[in-house]
């Protein structure tokens, strides 16, 4: 998978960027849930956690592309 991820053109950089877009993307679609929707804070919460589970998963991606990249 690192391989095709490599080949593609797709860098450990930008990896951790998605990571991190992904905290602020979750910040905000939990702000507004909060703030937008009648749902109430429960249907916030579950969206930001949602979202916010992409991060470590970026961040690893971004790892494994790092060491890959070094070989």
């Known amino acids: 998978m690192l391989a095709k991820l490599h080949a593609s ?8 960027l998605a990571g991190f877009a992904s905290i602020g993307l979750s910040f905000t679609s939990w702000f507004l849930s909060r703030h937008l929707e009648r749902a109430g804070m429960a249907r916030a919460d579950r969206w930001g956690i949602f979202i916010g589970e992409w991060a470590p ?5 971004g790892n494994g592309l790092q060491m890959y990249e070094k070989r």
């Open 57 to 61: 998963t970026f961040f690893a991606i």
């Open 9 to 16: 053109g797709i860098k450990a950089e930008h990896m951790y």
